[in-house]
T-cell receptor
Framework: AQSVTQLGSHVSVSEGALVLLRCNYS??????LFWYVQYPNQGLQLLLK??????LVKGINGFEAEFKKSETSFHLTKPSAHMSDAAEYFC???????????FGKGTHLIIQP | EAGVVQSPRYKIIEKKQPVAFWCNPI?????LYWYRQNLGQGPELLIR????????DSQLPKDRFSAERLKGVDSTLKIQPAELGDSAVYLC??????????FGQGTRLTVV
């Protein structure tokens, strides 16, 4: 069984400030980890993913995340927030096969001008 | 290359009526997923297809939901009859391998 916990249903940061969105997972198999972004009335767009190899992964729009096995975490960061980053962010875990993803409940990122 | 296409984008129906959603995956993607996303929640898997075979439908409410994927390409998800609690966004996704799933824009269903 797999599960994802995203800490904070809403996160508010000032434009230009650091963005940190937290994700912890549980998986009985080596996990594949994903961050997706969802803009209003849109589908999900992949930001970045961890499958194997380097634990620090870089994605689109300046986002990155680090896989920490000992902490079962996969937190998403961006050094400087932009107004266009305002959206819903979902962390997801997969089992390494094409079984489908288990998603967290999402974090709504608010950017203050 | 076209992405995953879903239609309709929005649907409003009265309870007890039937409704159907259509999905056209990315060309060549053998795996197709249907997810349901309730308001304020993450997507939850309903059914997964490998080509035309439903290999995981354990989360599909089979009393009122059905799905098919004819010829292993397009897929249709049906609800009959719809209930108020079925109001949600229904997302279709496809993948070539386990490394990434590509999502459509979804169909927002409102049951009144």
């Amino acid at each position: 069984a797999q599960s994802v916990t995203q800490l904070g249903s809403h996160v508010s940061v000032s434009e230009g400030a650091l963005v940190l969105l937290r994700c912890n997972y549980s998986s009985s198999v080596p996990p594949y980890l994903f961050w997706y972004v969802q803009y209003p009335n849109q589908g999900l767009q992949l930001l970045l993913k961890y499958t194997t190899g380097a634990t620090l992964v870089k994605g689109i729009n300046g986002f990155e995340a680090e896989f920490k096995k000992s902490e079962t975490s996969f937190h998403l960061t961006k050094p400087s927030a932009h107004m266009s980053d305002a959206a819903e962010y979902f962390c997801a875990v997969g089992g390494g096969g094409a079984d489908g993803l288990t998603f967290g409940k999402g974090t709504h990122l608010i950017i203050q001008p | 290359e076209a992405g995953v296409v879903q239609s309709p984008r929005y649907k409003i129906i009265e309870k007890k009526q039937p409704v159907a959603f259509w999905c056209n995956p990315i060309s060549g993607h053998n795996t197709l997923y249907w997810y349901r996303q309730n308001l304020g929640q993450g997507p939850e898997l309903l059914i997964r297809y490998e080509n035309e075979e439903a290999v995981d439908d354990s989360q599909l409410p089979k009393d009122r939901f059905s799905a098919e994927r004819l010829k292993g390409v397009d897929s249709t998800l049906k609800i009959q009859p719809a209930e108020l609690g079925d109001s949600a966004v229904y997302l279709c996704a496809s993948s070539l391998d386990e490394h990434e799933a590509f999502f459509g824009q979804g169909t927002r269903l409102t049951v009144v």
